[in-house]
């Protein structure tokens, strides 16, 4: 079963919305997706409430609350073929290895500062030690433009690190606008949210993978 985790120690990276639009491109490929949320500010959950019922369903995934055992994974979903997991900010140590147990894939989400860069690096060297050999490990550029400087550093921090950039995501109100609906780019007519689609068809394949 893939499991993917989103995570990045530091807050406001866009965790929330790349975890849902993760899940909702899982379940408009027909899949019996679960979405866990181990955030305290319960972000995830909140977006499934708001989630209509005429596109495809995605389930909560029950999980121990982060402030009592630890914030563990309380147990693996039954009757679901895919899960994706959005994490919280300082979400290392113990949780995180416990996670990372349960993962095939990890998607990393990262803007373009300085900090954000720095932040990131320490954090893919703990993952790199906790890690299971076989978990696939993916950057995603959150907030980005592609043809930027910006852009171009993050490509070069990332190329450094071994491991692959699978997209840069532009900051647009698509994702602010969907998110107040309980929808993802995958629930519209794709002419409505064309230039981000082509944005994440790197990022689909990987996650078909």
Known sequence: MPIVVIANPKGGVGKSTLSTQVAGYYANRGHAVMLGDADRQQSSRLWLSLRPATVPPIVGWDMVDATQGGGKVAKLPKGVTHVVLDTPAGFTGARLKDALTHASKLIVPLQA??????ATRAFLD????????????????????????????LREFVNGLGVPLLACLRETQNYVHLAAQGLTLFDVTPGRVEKDLAQWSELCRWLDA
């Open 113 to 118: 500062s300085v900090f954000d860069i720095f």
């Open 126 to 153: 703990e993952i790199k030690a906790l890690a299971p050999r076989n978990l696939q490990m993916g950057v995603v550029g959150m907030r980005v433009h592609g043809r930027t400087l910006a852009a171009e550093h």
